[in-house]
C-alpha cells in the first residue's frame, strides 16, 4: 500500500464540512485585498487545532503552520500549500440555493473550492502531524483576481518567515476537465497577463472635410490590424503571445472628425523573452503607422502578473504522488499552458514548486460545460476530496522524503 493511499478515504470523510464551508463562502462573496467574512469563516474552521497563525498589515490573508511531531521536525522541510479566497466583480446566474447574497459579486473562478479543500487539508494533516518531520504552511490568499495578494502577503514578509519553504504546492479547479482528474505538466502553466493602452492624437475637423483635420480613425484600424501581423510574423510560433484589443474609444457625433482615438487590450505570453518582444512590438508598430500619418501615438503598458512556471522536479514528483494517491489514469499531462494567469506566479518566482488543475465538471456531463469566469459556472463539489487528499499527500511525502 502507498504511503498516501490512506488519504484519499479520510477526505471522503471531510467532505460534508468541506461542502458546507464551500457553501458558506460562496453565498457571501467578497473582493479584492480585505475578505474579513471568509476570513473568519476560515478562521472558525481552524478552531481547536494545534497551528500557528501569522497575519499581515496589508491584506487579511493568513498563514497557517502546521509543525510536525516526529522527531527531527524542527530541522524538517517546510512546504507552502496555497488556496486564494476571493471572488469576482460579476452577476451570479446558476440559480443555486447557495447562490451569491451579494449583488455584482460571484465566486466564479472556484476560489470558494480552493479554500474549502485547503481548510480541511489542515485537518487530515494535523490527525497525522505524528508523521510529519516537518513544517506545512497553509496560505489563504486574497486578492488573486487582479489585487496581487500573493505578492502583497511576500512584500508582507508572511512567505518567506522562518522556517522559509523549500516547495510550494497549489491546486486549481477547471469545470472542463473531468471530475478528480488531476492535470499538469513542467514549464509554463499559465501566461503572464499585461494591459496596453494605445492612444492617437491626431487633428478634429469637419467631416465633410477629412484633408483639413488628421483623422485618427482609420490610423487606430490600421494599428489594430498591423498588431496581430506583428504577433504572426514577429513572434516564435513555438513561444506564443495572445494579443486582443478589447475597446476602443473615439468620437462624439457623426459629422464631427475626434482628435484622438485609444484602443485597450490584453497581452498574454509564456515567457519574458516573447512578452518582451510583444512589448517592443507594439511601441514601434503603433508609434511610426501614427507617424505615416501625421498622427502621434502615446503607448502604455502596464505590467501584470508574470508567466506561471511549474519546476520541472517538482512536477514529476507531484505526478507520482498523484497517481500513487488516484491511479494512473487519473493524472493528464497538459498538452499546453492556459493563457490565463495567476498570481501563485509569484510564489514560484521564489520557492520550486506547481501549480495543478482539479478537474471538477459536474455530473452528467461529458463536453464542454461553463467555465472558470462564467456567471453559469457550478462544479463538481465530490471532487474536493481529490483536492483534500493531494494537498495533504503532496506535503506529506515532501516531507518524509528528505528524512527517509
Known amino acids: 500500500m502507498s504511503d498516501v493511499s490512506k488519504f484519499l478515504d479520510e477526505a471522503a470523510g471531510l467532505l460534508p464540512a468541506a461542502v458546507a464551508l464551500r457553501r458558506r463562502i460562496h453565498a457571501k462573496p467578497e473582493l479584492g485585498l480585505d475578505l474579513p467574512i471568509t476570513t473568519e469563516a476560515v478562521l472558525e ?16 490573508g493568513l498563514v497557517v503552520s ?22 469576482l466583480p460579476m452577476p451570479e446566474e446558476t440559480g443555486l440555493p447557495f447562490a451569491s447574497e451579494f449583488e455584482g459579486r ?7 473550492a480552493h479554500t474549502a479543500m485547503l481548510v480541511q ?3 487530515l494533516l494535523h490527525r497525522h502531524r505524528d508523521e510529519l518531520p516537518g513544517t506545512v504552511k497553509f496560505m489563504f490568499q486574497p486578492g488573486e483576481e487582479g489585487y496581487a495578494g500573493a505578492r502583497f502577503m511576500i512584500e508582507d514578509g508572511l512567505i518567506d ?33 499585461d494591459v496596453w493602452t494605445v492612444k492617437i492624437k491626431g487633428k478634429g475637423g469637419h467631416a465633410s472635410m477629412p484633408h483639413m483635420a488628421v483623422d485618427p480613425i482609420p490610423v487606430m484600424f490600421e494599428i ?9 510574423r514577429r513572434i516564435d510560433a513555438f513561444d506564443p503571445v495572445v494579443l486582443t484589443c478589447a475597446k476602443v474609444t473615439s468620437g462624439t457625433t457623426n459629422n464631427v472628425i475626434p482628435e484622438s482615438a485609444e484602443m485597450v487590450g490584453t497581452l498574454r505570453a509564456c515567457s519574458e523573452h516573447s512578452r518582451n518582444a510583444a512589448h517592443q512590438g507594439i511601441e514601434r508598430v503603433a508609434k511610426n503607422i501614427a507617424a505615416a500619418h501625421m498622427c502621434e501615438a502615446v503607448v502604455k503598458i502596464e505590467k501584470g502578473y508574470p508567466v506561471t512556471i511549474n519546476d520541472a522536479d517538482f512536477v514529476t514528483f507531484a505526478r507520482a504522488v498523484a497517481t500513487d494517491l488516484l491511479g494512473v489514469g487519473n493524472y493528464i499531462p497538459a498538452s499546453a499552458p492556459v493563457m490565463g ?14 501549480m495543478m488543475f482539479l478537474g471538477v465538471m459536474p455530473e452528467g456531463h ?21 483536492g483534500i487528499a493531494l494537498h495533504a499527500a503532496i506535503a506529506h511525502r515532501f516531507l518524509n522524503e528528505q528524512a527517509a
Do not use: W
Not at 224 to 232: D, E, I
Not at 366 to 386: G, I, L
Open 341 to 354: 494567469a495567476e498570481d501563485f506566479s509569484y510564489v514560484l518566482q521564489r520557492i520550486p514548486g506547481c
Open 106 to 112: 460571484m465566486h466564479a473562478c472556484g476560489h470558494d
Open 224 to 232: 489594430g490590424l498591423a498588431l496581430q501581423s506583428m504577433v504572426t
Open 45 to 60: 474552521n481552524l478552531k481547536g487545532l494545534d497551528v500557528q497563525i501569522a497575519r499581515g498589515p496589508s491584506t487579511s
Open 161 to 193: 518567515a522562518d522556517p522559509k519553504p523549500d516547495a510550494a504546492f497549489a491546486l486549481h479547479v477547471t469545470p472542463n476537465a473531468p471530475a478528480g482528474m488531476i492535470l499538469g505538466k513542467p514549464g509554463p502553466m499559465m501566461a503572464s497577463a
Open 66 to 87: 502546521l509543525t510536525g511531531t516526529k522527531p527531527g521536525s524542527q530541522s524538517g522541510r517546510t512546504i507552502l500549500l496555497r488556496g486564494d479566497m476571493d471572488a
Open 121 to 123: 487539508a489542515v485537518h
Open 366 to 386: 461529458h463536453d464542454h460545460v461553463a467555465p472558470c469566469h462564467s456567471n453559469h459556472m457550478v462544479m463538481n463539489e465530490d471532487s474536493m476530496k481529490v
